[in-house]
């Protein structure tokens, strides 16, 4: 009970904590501290009515009195003639803890906790780590199996990432104007990393990790509520839903990558989906008149095109290649330019989709990259150039990461030869 309930709370009573000692650090282990005294009293005295409002309080009653003794001691060593300054911590008069704290105030904490944690100081991966650490209650041990690296590893990155945060005196705010778009980027970032990660792993053969997937979905939902004027953050919630919407087609029975040309229709998840145009209909609802939609919102419209579609033959191709043609405009890379050259082939035919990808394979921005060879040999067995399209396959197998994936690549390969 006491570690569902706090595995639950532990992100609002990190970020309540935080605002007292600006330390997201010592708030995680004041929040250990509550779990801790919560294992001892509550089986002999009962759970409380609220038990996420106690654990709260006592984190809350335990970071209040640090700040008060670290007051004192720098008081005393004031009045020695030393230097306290080392021993200074941010103290803005912390008020005394509620016993039933306001919630509006604690998500305006966890607001701010969310920017913390995705300040573009620290490097992609300790982002992520950090905010499967505090966000989602993940373990260390957890976090390492989510994204397939050894556990000190996580570790470490966890602890740097704190002590940056503490180093460079990060204040514990969500920031406004410029450095808040460039934040807000960061914070929607690590989210769509996470989700991509637990959706088509980079590496194993464990292609897809649910649990992944449902703590970026869960995270994106947050934000929306948290940031309910944000379009982008609607926009990245969509987008999630929708392509999570797919996830039990994307494998078949024996585990083998299923294409979406191949895949059941009938096993999406159709709440998903909903939820997905709903949250569309808010990032078009709050973007502003001024300018398009993000590419978040850009790649839910693509989304939910497939996802209105009754069958593969019946999409609207020649809308996707629109908005991939926004996406590039507005999101220029060479994986938003691969993917408009699968709409355009789709829309127009192979040849001006393959006109595309020369000039992808020209610039060599992809060469390592498995999608590349596997989308040319596509168009080529589409063009009647099975020789090639043979090559491309073997080519796009030896560079796939994924086991399943490499015998799906080579199996296309194989059927050139027939």
């Known amino acids: 009970m006491c570690e569902t309930v706090f595995r639950r709370e532990s992100p609002r009573i990190i970020a309540g904590v935080t605002r007292i000692v600006r330390d997201v650090g010592i708030a995680e282990e004041l929040a250990q ?240 989906i909903g939820r997905g145009y709903a949250a569309l209909a808010r990032a078009r609802g709050t973007a502003d008149s001024s300018r398009a939609l993000g590419p978040y919102a850009l790649q839910a419209a693509i989304a939910a095109c497939h996802a209105r579609a009754d069958t593969y033959e019946k999409t609207d191709w020649q809308q996707i290649a629109v908005l991939y043609g926004l996406l590039a405009a507005r999101s220029p890379s060479p994986v938003v330019e691969l993917n408009r050259a699968v709409a355009v082939s789709m829309a127009q035919g192979p040849e001006p989709g393959l006109s595309l990808v020369d000039v992808l394979t020209a610039e060599g921005a992809l060469r390592d990259h498995h999608l590349l060879p596997s989308v040319c040999g596509d168009l080529l067995e589409r063009l009647g150039r099975a020789g090639e399209a043979c090559a491309e396959f073997e080519r796009a197998a030896a560079l796939a990461g994924d086991e399943r994936e490499r015998e799906l690549l080579l199996a296309r390969a194989a059927s050139c030869r027939l």
């Open 33 to 272: 501290d509550a779990l801790v005294a919560a294992l001892a009293r509550w089986p002999a005295q009962g759970v409380p009515e609220n038990p996420g409002a106690w654990l709260m309080a006592t984190a809350r009653h335990r970071a209040v009195d640090l700040v008060r003794r670290r007051e004192r001691y720098a008081q005393k060593l004031a009045e020695a003639g030393r230097d306290p300054e080392a021993l200074q911590t941010h103290t803005d008069d912390p008020a005394d803890p509620d016993p039933d704290p306001d919630p509006d105030a604690v998500d305006d904490d966890l607001l701010r906790l969310v920017f913390t944690a995705c300040h573009p100081l620290l490097s992609a991966a300790a982002r992520v780590a950090l905010t499967l650490r505090l966000l989602g209650g993940l373990t260390t041990a957890e976090i390492a199996r989510a994204v397939l690296a050894a556990e000190p590893t996580v570790a470490q990155r966890i602890v740097r990432a704190k002590r940056i945060l503490a180093a460079k005196d990060i204040p514990f705010e969500v920031p406004r104007g410029p450095e808040r778009a460039a934040r807000l980027a960061s914070v929607l970032e690590v989210v769509h990393l996470i989700f991509n990660e637990g959706c088509a792993a980079t590496a194993g053969d464990d292609r897809l990790r649910p649990s992944l997937c449902e703590e970026a979905l869960r995270l994106a939902r947050v934000l929306t509520g948290l940031m309910p004027e944000e379009s982008e953050a609607h926009g990245l919630a969509a987008l999630l839903e929708l392509q999570a919407s797919r996830a039990a087609a994307r494998i078949g029975p024996s585990g083998e990558a299923v294409l979406l040309k191949e895949q059941s229709r009938a096993r999406w998840n159709r709440t998903l």
